[in-house]
């Protein structure tokens, strides 16, 4: 039959209209009666399907638990458990019921508290790349079998010691990884022991004087870091106790010494190898580290973010800075990165990085140019009114002014009943004293006259002006406050100055002073970031000392801290009537362990037995800074407690000699080795991008011969100085210290410039 294309379409077309309507009889005859709901939320006939959402969200059983990854926020949070498996984590909301053993109740404002990272925690619980055993490998394993043999270039090649990307990874068992690593340990002890490590040792490139550092233990070569104590302390100073429990035994065992004679290893130190904590504050404050809860955030008015992204990086707390938004504070941020934090802030300043000590010294000079700061709180709380002598350059000790003085008697106050402060002590740190303004001379002030009692010494201190002390020898010198030290010092930090040196905008340079000056109480939080600056300690005491000339440290909602939840450090403290504190666990004496559970902290005995090890003084590398001078001779520059000494691993890894590395120093002319890396404060692994810094002593100048990485040498200050701008000179002049290197040229922003300045120096 034939149809056409018009017939055809006739036909397709009622096709279809009679199927959509055979469809829609067939729908309206399979409909359920509509019934009548009064109040769904109280009653409804079909919840069948809520039934998928429950059994997502169904768990057998719960748990709390402390999610303490690394950092210090140690959020209390709640795990769900289905068949035996963590289904998901969840915030807990009950810090209104956390009670400490004196009876202090959290509340309901700590909540919540817990971050993304924390909710996702379990997924890395049951990762594929979540380690369930320790690894080995291959060729590592086979040079621990055949003997441990020396590594020279072959060795390294056969066992793959310069190639470790390329080897297999072997599973063992605990016990042979335990074995493996003990046997290591006892070889490269043994190799590294006595004379004959010593002289291993100078084949490799050491300098004798870090060689001496050995004492001839080859324990020595062991370096140990525990981790952040406060995260767990049993769990993350466990390889401390380690090294000064049976290190010391296996150094016995090795050169046949008793005790009195043993070495543990080295210890790095939590404080600048993690880089997380402000290197300034033990010289402005006193203590390891100026820390509050962050529900101090709710008193402050100002609140100054300084290099540290807060809303991404500290998640838990993030909610007391908005809170503090809503409370009315005003937010200031400073760092080079528009970041989220900057975003939620009432202004965000910009500037070059590490030249943030700029910043703070520029802002303290617009404060006391303007009189906006508190001349009571200096007087009272500060040691802005000590007098320092003009030809030492140190305090005035009221022993060189007074005819016998003698330090007062501190056992029955609070110096010595609460901070145990003994009378050597007190000699030892020496006097102070201020110029009295009513008696017109200078007069002794001691510890017990401070703060609140200061109203009560009676003394009416000058903070400026210049004064003639006639010492006790007859000599007559000039001694001076340190605010008048400081009123000379800022200076060099007038606006156009700082804005040369920030690249900050001069209208945010002075209104971040004015808000400083004038709102209180105001607070400045840095982190981790500007903690690694190489002159860290410069930049934090600078804005330390903005809040200092404000009067904001010492009261709620002010200071200057760090986020490294250091107030918590406190309870590992030593006290008389608590024993040696964290030593209890860090520093038993191997050779007299308590094994009584029960026994009293003060019946431990205690031994330090290794030796600390500052990696923030790498800057020189893993060597001491030693130079050969013409006219004074060998000098070595590295502090005594800072020299590092070798360094072997049970890795097997081996140090090149030194006319092998390849990898400029930031100083000297000396090379970094190849197998370090750097990861402390003040470097990175691309040294090309670091800028020299040479910090010489003007009294060695004369004569001393330091090369930079372009290789220019530093011959006399009078050369390196020439063509030098001459405030910059005139301020290096008055510090006595060149800071910078003497190359001809700088790198600004990938650009070479034949402008030459000295660095920031406080």
């Known amino acids: 039959m034939f149809l056409s294309r018009r017939q055809f379409l006739k036909v397709s077309a009622g096709t279809v209209a009679a199927a959509a309507v055979a469809d829609k009889v067939l729908a309206l005859t399979a409909l359920q009666p509509v019934i009548e709901v009064g109040n769904p939320l109280g009653d409804y006939p079909d919840r069948s399907w809520e039934r998928v959402y429950h059994d997502q969200y169904r768990y057998d059983s719960s748990f709390t638990w402390v999610c303490s990854p690394n950092d210090t926020h140690a959020c209390r949070v709640r795990a769900f458990v ?151 302390f049993i769990g993350k100073h466990s390889n401390t106790r380690f090294n000064n429990s049976v290190l010391p035994l296996l150094d016995t065992w090795i050169r046949k010494v008793g005790p009195d004679q043993a070495q543990g290893g080295r210890y790095w130190n939590n404080y600048t190898w993690h880089g997380d904590q402000d290197p300034s504050q033990p010289f402005w404050n006193g203590t390891q580290n100026c820390d509050v809860d962050l529900s101090d955030m709710r008193f402050t008015k100002f609140n100054t973010s300084w290099g540290k992204n807060f809303v991404e990086n500290k998640m838990p707390e993030a909610h007391w800075k908005l809170e503090s938004i809503e409370r009315g504070a005003r937010i200031a941020v400073i760092t080079p990165e528009y970041n989220p934090t900057a975003q939620r802030a009432d202004y965000w300043i910009p500037l070059r990085p590490q030249s943030d000590g700029a910043l703070f010294l520029g802002a303290c000079k617009i404060i006391l ?190 200071g200057c801290h760090t986020w490294s939840g250091n107030y918590k450090v406190g309870i590992w403290n030593a006290t008389p009537w608590s024993g040696v504190g964290g030593g209890v666990h860090l520093s038993e004496d191997p050779w007299h362990i308590n094994l009584d559970a029960n026994a009293h902290g003060k019946e431990i005995k205690y031994r330090n037995y290794y030796y600390g090890e500052e990696p923030a003084y790498w800057n020189h590398g893993d060597t001491a800074l030693i130079v050969n001078t013409p006219k004074y001779g060998r000098k070595v520059f590295t502090g005594q407690a800072d020299i590092a000494d070798a360094e072997q691993v049970p890795l097997g890894r081996q140090r090149q000699p030194v006319e092998q590395r390849q990898a400029p120093l930031r100083y000297g002319a000396e090379r970094r080795p190849q197998h370090r890396m750097s990861h402390h404060p003040g470097h990175r692994n691309d040294v090309r991008r670091q800028p020299r810094r040479h910090r010489l002593c003007r009294e060695l100048l004369d004569g001393i011969h330091l090369s930079g990485n372009d290789g220019h040498r530093v011959e006399s200050v009078g050369a390196d100085l020439e063509g030098w701008d001459q405030a910059a000179v005139r301020h290096a002049e008055r510090c006595r210290y060149v800071c910078g290197g003497g190359g001809k040229t700088r790198r600004d922003h990938g650009r070479e410039t034949n402008e030459r300045r000295l660095p920031l120096c406080l």
């Open 82 to 232: 289905r068949n035996g498996v963590v289904m998901r984590v969840e915030q807990n909301y009950d810090h209104q019921t956390y009670e400490d053993l004196y009876g202090n109740r959290g509340t309901f404002a700590h909540n919540p508290r817990m971050c993304l990272k924390g909710f996702t925690f379990h997924r890395r619980v049951y990762g594929p790349y979540r380690l369930k055993g320790p690894l080995m490998r291959k060729g590592w394993k086979q040079w621990a079998d055949d003997g441990s043999p020396e590594l020279t270039p072959e060795a390294k090649r056969k066992y793959k010691f310069d190639s470790r990307f390329l080897d297999d990874m072997l599973r063992v068992s605990w016990d042979t990884a335990f074995t493996y690593a003990a046997k290591a340990m006892i070889v490269i002890a043994t190799r590294y022991s006595g004379e004959a490590g010593a002289r291993r040792l100078r084949e490799q490139g050491y300098a004798p004087e870090m060689i001496e550092m050995m004492k001839g233990a080859g324990v020595r070569c062991f370096k140990h870091r525990a981790g952040m104590p406060i995260l767990g």
């Open 369 to 558: 140019d303007e009189n906006m700061q508190d001349i009571d709180y200096l007087k009272q709380f500060t040691d802005m009114p000590l007098l320092v002598r003009t030809d030492t350059l140190q305090y005035l000790d009221p022993r060189d002014v007074i005819q016998d003085y003698k330090f007062p008697d501190f056992s029955h106050s609070y110096s010595g009943r609460i901070q145990a402060l003994k009378p050597e002590y007190i000699e030892r740190l020496g006097g102070f004293m201020v110029w009295d303004m009513a008696k017109k001379q200078a007069v002794p002030l001691h510890r017990e006259q401070v703060g609140w009692h200061f109203d009560k010494s009676g003394i009416e201190p000058a903070l400026t002006g210049t004064y003639r002390v006639k010492l006790l020898n007859g000599r007559e010198i000039d001694a001076l406050p340190i605010y008048q030290l400081y009123l000379i010092h800022l200076q060099d930090y007038d606006l156009d100055t700082t804005h040369q040196i920030t690249r900050s905008p001069k209208d945010l340079l002075v209104r971040w002073a004015r808000d400083s000056g004038t709102i209180k109480p105001a607070a400045i939080h840095n982190g981790e970031g500007v903690c690694h600056y190489f002159h860290m300690t410069a930049n934090g005491r600078a804005a330390a000392l903005v809040l200092t000339l404000t009067g904001n440290i010492g009261k709620f909602g002010s």
